[in-house]
């Protein structure tokens, strides 16, 4: 995919440097260009060493960070798409199919959240935020793949399942339910890859998994920081003004996240995030999942159950 670089507001000095330096190189400077983009890079890498929660959140939601038609092009060989719940009809913002994972040839049935680049694509796949009808397919694909014998991939990216009164209507809260129930009981290998927001239920419903990993500024928790803000301060109109401070309460990043077991594996992201080399990041996260994968196809299905419903039972005890 092409990538258009997009400063985030904490960037904007790094942004100032960068512009320097395509001054200097239209005026024919070359050395004074490359200085500038020398700063910029060291900039650039003293910024997201040191990014708080919310930046995070901000870099998870980068508009040019890979999505996951980007990613299956890349993971999968032989992709095909499979469509619809079964019951009421087809959801654009979770996608899945099978195919074989590149460089094993291992099979695998890969479900996930597709947010779409541009307005025409974010509005065609609802901004990533599934309905009923989307967790039901996924539900109905991981069933599949357990009848097949083939091991389950999902990559996580939404802000949480879809709030609208239709979606209510047919039953978001126990079809993300049934989604949850049907990872922990799969007789297959299922990894979960966090790959930019993992919001509330929506994103758990494809995230009960064997392994989880996560990309570095990946963000994962219970609500929006938006959203936790609006509910501890009693106000919607400042809730961005207090979502920092509820990001750092919050713990919502993968270096957190790892240290109270909620995820297994951090990934590493390009310099500047996954949006800067989109390449990289997915090449990183194929490493990943094949890493995690290998060993938990030797491990037999009632074996799997068994660790992964521990595994979850484990992170509700107190410490």
């Not at 960037?11 to 200097?24: F, H, L, N, S, V």
Request: aromatic share 6%; hydrophobic share 45%; glycine share 10%.
């Amino acid at each position: 995919m092409a990538v258009t670089i997009s400063y985030l507001d904490f960037e904007k000095p790094i942004a100032t440097i960068a512009t320097r330096a395509a001054d200097y190189r239209a005026a024919g400077d070359e050395a004074g260009a490359k200085h500038a983009e020398g700063a910029a890079r060291r900039l650039l890498a003293e910024t997201y060493a040191r990014l708080t929660p919310w930046q995070k959140t901000q870099v998870a939601r980068h508009p040019s960070r890979p999505h996951f038609a980007d990613m299956v092009k890349v993971l999968v060989e032989g992709f095909i798409p499979l469509a619809g719940d079964r019951a009421f009809g087809e959801d654009q913002a979770i996608i899945g199919g099978i195919g074989r994972l590149r460089g094993s040839g291992t099979p695998v049935m890969v479900i996930g959240h597709e947010k779409g680049h541009d307005t025409a694509t974010r509005v065609k796949h609802n901004f990533g935020m599934g309905r009923p009808e989307g967790y039901r397919k996924a539900i109905r694909l991981i069933e599949l793949a357990g009848r097949f014998n083939v091991p389950v991939v999902t990559l996580v990216d939404t802000a949480g399942a879809f709030p609208g009164l239709d979606a209510e209507e047919r039953g978001q809260a126990e079809a993300i339910a049934r989604a949850t129930e049907a990872c922990l009981a799969a007789p297959v290998p299922v990894i979960a890859a966090i790959t930019g927001e993992g919001g509330s239920g929506g994103a758990v419903a494809l995230a009960a998994a064997d392994r989880v990993i996560m990309f570095e500024h990946a963000v994962y928790a219970v609500i929006s920081p938006e959203g936790c803000a609006s509910i501890l301060w009693r106000t919607a109109d400042k809730a961005s003004d207090h979502a920092p401070e509820a990001a750092e309460a919050m713990r919502v990043t993968a270096a957190d996240l790892k240290k109270l077991g909620v995820i297994d594996t951090i990934v590493t992201e390009p310099l500047g995030g996954a949006h800067r080399d989109p390449a990289a990041a997915i090449a990183s996260l194929a490493a990943a999942i094949g890493t995690e994968l290998a060993p938990l196809l030797l491990v037999a299905p009632a074996a799997l159950r068994k660790a992964r419903r521990t595994k979850f039972i484990e992170m509700g005890r107190l410490l």
